[in-house]
Structure formats: C-alpha cells, structure tokens
C-alpha cells in the first residue's frame, strides 16, 4: 500500500488526513495519509527511511521553508517563493528523489482570481512567513502590487501602527496569513483602521475555522467582500495530488 502524509508540528488542525485518506476510500486507491509529527526538522530522513512505501508528503508549519535543505529539486515556483508544502518522493533502486512544489500558490490564485475586479491594484499581505511568499507570489502572479505587514521594523514591510486609513484606501486587497483570530482565539484580529474599509475591499482570509473570523466579520460590517482560506485548501489538496501521481 502506498503511503501520503504530513509532516509539521503541532498537527492537531490538520484537514489534510482526513481529506485525503476519504478521497482514497471514495475512489478505490490502495493508499492511507499519515500525519508525521515531528519536533524538529532533523528527523525527515529517518521519517523517509522507516517509511520505504512513501510516494509523497505535505508539510505544514513551521517546516515549509526549512524543509528545501533536504530536497533534491525544487519546481520553478517553489524556488522563487522560497517554500515548499508538497515533496514527491521516488524511489530509484537505494536511491530516494524528492522534489518540492508549491500548491498553495495555486489554490489561492485560483481562489481569489475571481473575485478581483479592475480597482484592485494593491495588496497587503500580513505576516511574513512560509504561506505569506507563496501569496505575495501569487498576488503579483495575477497583477497586483503588494506590500507585506509585519509587526516589526523589517526591510519591505510596513508595521501595522502605520496602516492609515488612506493605507486601506490604496491597498484594497488585504489578505490575512497570520494566525490571528484562529480557533479557539477567536476573538483576535490584525489590528487595522476597519472603519476605512467600504464596497471596494476585499479582504481574504487563509484561516478556515472558524468560518468567518473577526477579520472578516469587521470588513463586512463596512461593506468588505470577504472570503476564508477553505477553498484555497481544498484546491491545494488538489493539486498535491496532481504532483503525485
């Protein structure tokens, strides 16, 4: 039996599991998902040599950038956002080959893609980390600017005390990659000037539980169009499996 996982730490949210392992019972492949939680990094080769029927992984938080160091080959897009969160293992003869993707560029390009009109130029990315560069990536993949947020003074950022109301006005696009506002915090949110907000925001969130953050929530009560991070997953499971086959 073939063998698919996960590799993070902590997984306790993981949707991927169960995605996959219904999508191979539905379909009739021989094949279960595992999730592989592991404390540090170090350990992937034995994960990779204790696990000889493993055909490919995703890998989540914290390991996304980390994970390259390890990797034989990289696709064009994985390199230039400089993370990766699906690895295809082949095995050649003693030999295991693994090459990292991005498919969390393609799910959210094709999530949000949709919903972007003429007036949507600008974007601001809050967060900087593994999942904001395959989104910074995207966002310029489908034409817009964009200017990362960061809670600390970093080269091309802006700090979030400097988010004016005029800010929003020009950079109406603003996705949300941090965990703020994740359950069961939900109660937290990135601290923006909401208020300035109206019909031509558009606000993406790549949380998904709950359904509607208080990010969200805040943007629709001034007339934001506002959107979770579920499909965006749903079409990155999608294309995991596109790069496993």
């Given amino acids: ?13 993981s949707f991927s599991k169960n995605y996959f392992n219904e999508k191979f019972a539905n379909e009739g492949i021989d094949a279960e998902y595992i999730n592989f939680e592991i404390p540090n990094i170090e350990t992937l080769p034995e994960v990779i040599a204790s696990n000889p029927e493993l055909k490919g992984f995703n890998i989540t938080i914290p390991y996304k950038e980390k994970v390259i160091n390890y990797l034989d080959s990289l696709s ?12 295809k293992v ?3 003869g003693n030999d295991v080959v ?3 993707y991005n498919s969390d560029v393609i799910g959210f390009t094709r999530s949000i893609e949709p919903m972007l009109q003429k007036y949507h130029k600008k974007a601001l990315i809050l967060g900087t980390g593994g999942a904001s560069k395959a989104i910074n990536y995207g966002l310029k993949s489908l034409g817009l600017e964009t200017c990362y947020v960061s809670r600390y003074e970093r080269a091309n950022t802006i700090q979030y005390d400097k988010i004016t109301p005029e800010v929003i006005k020009e950079y109406n696009v603003i996705v949300n990659c941090t965990p703020l506002g994740m359950y069961p915090k939900t109660e937290e949110c990135p601290d923006l000037p909401y208020e300035a907000m109206d019909t031509h925001t558009l606000l993406y969130d790549l949380i998904y539980n709950p359904d509607e953050t208080l990010f969200m929530k805040k943007g629709k009560e001034h007339g934001a ?4 991070g579920l499909e965006m997953l749903l079409l990155q499971a999608f294309a995991s499996w596109e790069f496993w086959k």
């Fill in 225 to 228: 169009t506002v959107k979770n």
């Fill in 76 to 87: 064009p897009e994985a390199r230039a956002i400089g993370a990766v969160n699906v690895v």
């Fill in 90 to 92: 082949t095995h050649k």
């Fill in 1 to 13: 039996m073939d063998k698919y996982g996960l590799i993070g730490f902590p997984l306790g949210h």
């Fill in 98 to 100: 693994m090459k990292g």
